[in-house]
């Protein structure tokens, strides 16, 4: 069986202060729904780049991946993905920030949304 790895990553503070404002539950509820689709997922801060890469890259040559990330999150998956040595399927922003730096689409990405 193939695996499906999705990596949803929350914007600056939301998984701190976004539960107490109702501003973190975007990143929950796309976890869920991927889960519900069939794939793996782990909730991670924006900054995680470098460990979701090196997740990534331990992956077998078969898997399919997604970086996912709102606000800053989705400013970096593309940083997060050039970070990798290998395809990266899918990366996916939602609502990027305006203070957060703009990145290029790497090559090893199959689909960007």
């Known amino acids: 069986m193939t695996i499906k790895r999705a990596y949803v990553c929350y914007g600056q503070g939301s998984s701190v202060v976004g539960p107490l404002l109702a501003l973190g539950d975007g990143p929950k509820?796309?976890?869920?729904?991927?889960?519900?689709?069939?794939?793996e997922v782990t909730l991670n801060e924006w900054s995680d780049g470098p460990k979701i890469a090196d997740a990534i890259n331990r992956l077998p040559a078969d898997?399919?991946?997604?970086?996912?990330?709102?606000?800053?999150?989705?400013?970096?998956?593309?940083?997060?993905?050039?970070?990798c040595?290998?395809?990266?399927?899918?990366?996916?922003?939602?609502?990027?920030?305006k203070y957060g730096r703009r990145n290029q689409v790497p090559d090893n990405v199959g689909r960007a949304v």
């Open 29 to 39: 509820k796309m976890a869920a729904r991927l889960r519900e689709a069939g794939w």
């Open 85 to 97: 040595k290998r395809k990266v399927d899918l990366i996916f922003g939602i609502q990027p920030s």
């Open 63 to 83: 898997a399919h991946t997604a970086i996912v990330g709102t606000s800053l999150g989705a400013n970096e998956a593309p940083a997060t993905a050039a970070l």
